[in-house]
């Protein structure tokens, strides 16, 4: 029997030499003479462990990573392709307690299956989801999403459900879904791991909101700093194009939807939705006021839903499952699972889905296990360049949208960098000013200029001049910023600025200048 | 990539993008994109001709090139190398790398070598957070960068 042997085409693999591995693997399975095949999955998200490469044997698939080039030859000799010991092995991928402890929802395939096949897509209960959308009307479609407590995984929160209810019930000759995924914030990379090693789950999630809300036409805008996530979502969508889930009638019902994808060009500000549409109709990507709200005059002045990558890959479990069966996790108002991105200075770096409530303490000590340069924690950044830093003090908050808008916080898109001591806050927040001033639209004035006042006023309290009545014109700007900005990039910057400020007070008050000794 | 394109050349093979572009809903930014996938760069003679095509002002045109980082007018070195500046790889010297770069290439961001070998680049982001310092050299990832790495990366270009 034809053993298979999985190596990750995920671009976090790639960039730690997968290519480089899975090519060593052909190579010993044609001068050995093996009935092997390769399959280049999406990841595990076990980054710490990548490359991870995966043999399927009788006892299940089991693990080995993170392997080099030069370790082929000696799991070839160990006899790995049996699943025997060799000191890389981790024995059954499942077992592993960082993945066994997970509740992988919306991430269930990813790394499992073979990103562009179909037939393993339909294996693991793909397109269940759709089917049963069309069976429904799309009112009922629209109250399951919105029963599951589903909130906009792109960072603000707000319920699918209510979003689509506004699009189904708003009046126009065309509709669009839009699905946002212009991931830009540091720390985060479920869009892009969900793009690259599961894309049907997104055409779906995108077909089930076309049929819900009227929508025949979708566009996923992809950051182009992903080229491996848009050549995949480009093949899975001409694939599923051939197998009929997308074009005039989809699996054969009376709807229809298709989609593409467009590139985005280097810009954060595109992850803002309003400036998302903007640059999609190939205006410069300037932030619109609101309303009229997107959902009514969005892409081309018509009806828009727009969704991140997370919230409609979350769509087709739910309509598979239940709302109730979603909504049962979490807590509070925040409800299903959320993947949960653990970078930076981290031992146990990847992706970790789980339902909220999980504190932040646990996810850093436990789950991510300390600092990659065993130094103690300092600061953790949750939710990306808008998001607050967060000092072990406050590592009690459990990972709920309210628990870290009460310690004036977000989740953001659920990205978390860790620092270890070394990290000097001061300099933090003044490179979150400087990211305002470079990624600003330039429509508000407290966003363009107060960022770039930020910087001069932050490189002044590190040279100790006048530092109480610097650090309160930085305070004043970023209340100025917060509250006369029109989008998150203004109005959010703050929150690494103040957090950084109010939780590393000493990094804020360097010793007065001396005078160099001649 | 030919760098010596006539004027003549650029208008006719602008043309035939837009031609093939024209019918998309929003088509600004893919023909800019297949542009700078044609020239390597967006060329000044392109955009009255997307203005024309597309009935929009020359200024509208050039206001959109000039917002998107992504768009450059002029070429590149004969590789790009983009260094992530963001905060994950921050948390894991990615400042001190970018250094190390610019020492080793003698250049600063945004900067071509004098030989033409390499142009260096900022990138906020590429995704590869946990396994940072990450960088993009011609579109290939890398992650996990030290010192001896970007040693590696650097006599890669230079070769």
Request: proline fraction near 5%; hydrophobic fraction near 40%; include cysteine.
């Amino acid at each position: 029997m034809t053993v298979t042997i999985f190596v990750p085409r995920d671009a976090a693999a790639l960039a730690v030499g997968a290519d480089r591995v899975a090519k060593a693997i052909e190579k010993e399975i044609a001068a050995r003479g093996i009935d092997a095949r390769v399959v280049r999955n999406g990841s595990r998200g076990m980054l710490w462990l990548e490359p991870l490469v995966e043999v399927r044997t009788d006892h299940g698939r089991i693990a080995y990573g993170p392997v080099k080039p030069s370790d082929v030859v000696s799991l070839f000799d160990a006899g790995f392709l049996n699943g025997s010991a060799h000191p890389l092995c981790h024995g059954p991928t499942q077992d592993i307690p960082y993945y066994a402890s997970q509740t992988r929802l919306t991430f269930s395939r990813c790394g499992v299956t073979d990103p562009l096949s179909i037939e393993d897509y339909r294996q693991y209960r793909g397109l269940t989801g759709l089917e049963k959308a069309i069976a429904m009307t799309p009112a009922d479609i629209v109250k399951e999403v919105t029963d599951s407590g589903l909130r906009g995984r792109g960072g603000a929160g707000f319920p699918t459900g209510i979003k689509w209810k506004t699009v189904m019930d708003a009046a126009g000759p065309q509709k669009y879904i839009v699905c946002n995924a212009d991931e830009g914030d540091s720390a985060t990379f479920a869009d892009r791991m969900i793009m690259e090693g599961d894309p049907f789950v997104l055409i779906e999630g995108m077909a089930i909101a076309g049929i819900a809300t009227g929508a025949t036409k979708g566009y996923v805008y992809i950051r182009s700093e992903y080229p491996h996530a848009i050549a995949i979502m480009d093949e899975a969508i001409r694939l599923a194009r051939a197998e009929k889930i997308l074009g005039p009638s989809v699996l054969g019902s009376a709807y229809a939807f298709d989609m593409e994808v467009r590139s985005g060009a280097g810009a954060y500000v595109c992850g803002e939705e309003t400036s998302l549409l903007n640059s999609l109709e190939g205006k410069r990507g300037i932030v619109r006021a609101k309303p009229p709200l997107p959902a009514l005059q969005g892409f081309l002045g018509r009806p828009t839903v727009v969704n991140n990558v997370m919230s409609l890959a979350s769509i087709p479990v739910i309509l598979d499952r239940g709302a109730a069966f979603y909504k049962d996790f979490g807590m509070g108002r925040s409800r299903g699972t959320i993947p949960i991105q653990i970078a930076g200075n981290v031992k146990h770096g990847g992706l970790y889905e789980i339902a909220f409530g999980l504190t932040l303490g646990q996810i850093v000590n436990e789950i991510g296990g300390g600092t990659a340069s065993g130094r103690p924690v300092k600061a953790v950044q949750v939710g990306g360049p808008l998001g607050a830093y967060f000092p072990v003090s406050l590592f009690d908050t459990p990972f709920d949208y309210e628990a870290f808008a009460a310690k004036d916080g977000l989740i953001g898109h659920a990205g978390i960098t860790v620092f270890d001591d070394t990290v000097d806050m001061l300099k933090q927040a003044r490179f979150a000013m400087e990211f305002c001033a470079i990624e600003s639209c330039g429509k508000c004035t407290p966003c363009r200029i107060g960022s770039t006042r930020g910087v001069e006023t932050a490189d002044k309290i590190a040279q100790g001049i006048e530092l109480e009545k610097n650090k309160a014109l930085l305070a004043d700007l970023c209340n100025t910023m917060k509250f006369g900005s029109l989008c998150a990039l203004g109005g959010f910057t703050p929150y690494p600025v103040m957090s950084a400020m109010n939780h590393f007070p000493n990094d804020f008050s360097p010793a007065p200048m001396v005078e160099a000794a001649e | 990539m030919n760098l010596h394109v006539s004027s003549r050349d650029i208008g006719e093979r602008t043309l035939s993008i837009i031609g093939e572009l024209k019918a998309l809903e929003g088509p600004l930014l893919p023909i800019l994109h297949e542009i700078q996938a044609e020239f390597g760069y967006v060329p000044q003679e392109a955009l009255p001709i997307i203005a024309r095509e597309l009935n929009l002002s020359r200024a509208e045109v050039h206001g959109v090139v000039s917002f998107y980082h992504d768009y450059r007018d002029h070429p590149t070195g004969r590789h790009v190398l983009k260094l992530c500046r963001a905060e994950a790889c921050q948390s894991m010297g990615g400042d001190a790398l970018a250094e190390r770069v610019k020492a080793l290439l003698g250049i600063d961001f945004h900067q071509t070598t004098l030989d033409g070998a390499v142009t260096l680049e900022p990138v906020y982001c590429l995704g590869l957070c946990s396994t940072a310092p990450a960088a993009m050299l011609d579109g290939e990832v890398h992650g996990r960068l030290d010192a001896d790495a970007v040693k590696d990366l650097v006599a890669e270009v230079r070769a």
